[in-house]
C-alpha cells in the first residue's frame, strides 16, 4: 500500500475518533473502544439472521452462512422467490411490509439487506422497538435518494461527477433521484428534444470516461475495515445492465490504490456498516469519480466466491456480526459473465448449453432458482478462473455465447 493510500484510509477511518492500523495490503483495521459485539462473537454459531428481500444475493448469503452455523430469516413477498428454498423462516411480506419487517427484526439477531428499496420508516420502527440492523436505516435512507447522498459524498471531499442545476450545456446525464437500479432511471440527454424522465429526478455532468470499475469494501461494527482488488465491469449496451466483470483490474497499480483510496473514503463518509460497493469512473485524463454506490453485496463481488479467500458474501455477514473480517487477499484471476434472460423470453428457464459451458476449464456455474425467466433477467453467473487474467479473458471470450437463458414459453 503506498503512503499516498495510507494516508487516505487513515482519514476515512480517523474520522470515527479510532485507532488506525495497517496490517497488509488491503485491510485497513481501526480498534473502536468499546466492542459491543463480543458477548455475540463467543457463540456466533446459531446466531439468527434477518434478510430483507429474497433475491439471489440473500440465496448467496445463505450459502455462506450455513457453514458458519448462522441460522437465516428472509421478508419476501413470495415463496418461489430465491432465498426461501434455503432459509430457516419465510417471513412473507412487500418490501414496504412494516409488520413482516418487524416481526423478521424481533426474530433475529441482527437484520441486515439484500436490496436498498426498502420502505425505510418500517426499519426506523424496527430499529427503536430493540432491533439490530446493519447498515443503520439512516444509511439507506440517504442511499435512496441519490441528489442527496451525492451532495453528501461532495461535501465529505469524495470526486463525483459535477451536480447541475439545469441540463445545460448539453450532453446531461439525467438521473432520477428514487429507485433506479441497473441501468433503469438513468438517460443521457443531447438537445431540448430528448424524453426526459418522469418524476423526481436531477441532472449530473455527462462524464468522458475510458473504463468502468468496481471497489467491494467491507466495514465491520467493530471498526474494521477491508478493501477487495479493483474489478473491472462491462455493460450491456443494449439492456444498460452489467454483463462481465473481471479481476484484477487490468489498470496500473497507482490507478488501483487510488481505486481503493476513493471506495474507503466514500464508505466512511456514509457510515456504512457490511459489504458495500462503489462504482467508479476512470476520466480520460484519468480521474477517479464515484458514480453509484450500493450498501451490500453486489453483482460486482461475485467472483469474489472463487477468486478471494472470503467471498463477499461471507464476508458482509462477518461485518454485521461484528466478527473479525476474513482475509481478500486475491487467490486466482477470473471473469465472471452474466446468465441473462435472452430477448423476448418468458416462461420456466433453461440453460441450452450448460454442457457446453461445464466443459470449458476453470468455469463455476451459479444458478439462482428463479421460477420464470424475462428478457435480461438475472438469472445466475459464471465465473471463470485461470492462473492469468488473459487466459481467464480468452475463455470468457470464448464460452459468451453460451452465457444466455431462454424460457420454455411464448416469446414476446
Known amino acids: 500500500m503506498s503512503m499516498w493510500m495510507r494516508a487516505i484510509a487513515a482519514v476515512s477511518v480517523a474520522r470515527a475518533g479510532r485507532t488506525i492500523v495497517i496490517t497488509d495490503q488491503y485491510t485497513v483495521v481501526s480498534r473502536p473502544t468499546h466492542d459491543y459485539n463480543a458477548a455475540m462473537r463467543e457463540s456466533a ?26 441460522c437465516f430469516g428472509v421478508v419476501t413477498p413470495s415463496g ?44 426506523v420502527a424496527a430499529e427503536a422497538a430493540g432491533g439490530a440492523l446493519a ?33 445545460d450545456p448539453y450532453p446531461v446525464v439525467q ?4 429507485g433506479g437500479y441497473d441501468g433503469r432511471g438513468v438517460v443521457v440527454l443531447r438537445s431540448d428534444t430528448d424524453d426526459r424522465l418522469p418524476g423526481a429526478t436531477y441532472y449530473e455532468r455527462c462524464v468522458e470516461f475510458d473504463r468502468e470499475l468496481a471497489v467491494i469494501v467491507a466495514r465491520s461494527t467493530r471498526g474494521e475495515s477491508s478493501v477487495y482488488p479493483v474489478v473491472d465491469t462491462e455493460f450491456d449496451p443494449a439492456a444498460s445492465i452489467c454483463s462481465r466483470t473481471a479481476i484484477p483490474a487490468s489498470i496500473p497499480d497507482a490507478l488501483a490504490e487510488r481505486a481503493q483510496a476513493v471506495a474507503l473514503n466514500a464508505v466512511a463518509a456514509i457510515d456504512a ?32 466466491i472463487e477468486c478471494c479467500e472470503t467471498s463477499q458474501f461471507e464476508q458482509h455477514l462477518r461485518a454485521v456480526l461484528g466478527l473479525p473480517l476474513g482475509s481478500v487477499r486475491l487467490l486466482t484471476p477470473g471473469v465472471m459473465l452474466n446468465l441473462l434472460g435472452s ?16 466443459a470449458e476449464p476453470g468455469v463455476h456455474l451459479h444458478l439462482y432458482g428463479k421460477s420464470a425467466v424475462r428478457p435480461y433477467r438475472k438469472m445466475g453467473h459464471v465465473t471463470i478462473t485461470a492462473a492469468v487474467r488473459d487466459d481467464a479473458d480468452r475463455v470468457a471470450d470464448r464460452v459468451a455465447q453460451y452465457a444466455v437463458v431462454e424460457g420454455r414459453g411464448e416469446r414476446e
Open 45 to 70: 454459531a446459531g446466531t439468527r439472521i434477518g434478510i430483507i428481500g429474497g433475491g439471489q444475493l440473500g440465496r448467496m448469503m445463505i450459502l455462506a452462512g450455513k457453514p458458519l452455523g448462522f
Open 80 to 123: 418461489d422467490d430465491p432465498a426461501v428454498s434455503l432459509a430457516d423462516r419465510w417471513f412473507p411480506g412487500a418490501l414496504d411490509d412494516a409488520r413482516a419487517i418487524g416481526e423478521l427484526v424481533a426474530w433475529s439477531d441482527v437484520t441486515t439487506y439484500e436490496i436498498e428499496h426498502i420502505d425505510v420508516r418500517a426499519l
Open 135 to 167: 447498515p443503520r436505516p439512516a444509511v439507506l435512507e440517504l442511499i435512496q435518494d441519490k441528489l442527496k447522498q451525492k451532495r453528501h459524498l461532495e461535501r465529505a471531499g469524495v470526486p463525483i461527477p459535477a451536480i447541475l442545476d439545469a441540463p
Open 175 to 178: 438521473k432520477l433521484r428514487f
Open 273 to 304: 456498516t457490511g459489504i458495500v460497493a462503489v462504482e467508479l469512473f476512470v476520466t480520460t485524463d484519468r480521474e477517479v469519480l464515484v458514480n453509484e454506490i450500493a450498501p451490500r453485496p453486489h453483482n460486482s463481488g461475485h467472483l469474489t
Open 343 to 358: 430477448a423476448g423470453a418468458v416462461g420456466t428457464p433453461f440453460l441450452p448449453f450448460q454442457t457446453e459451458l461445464l
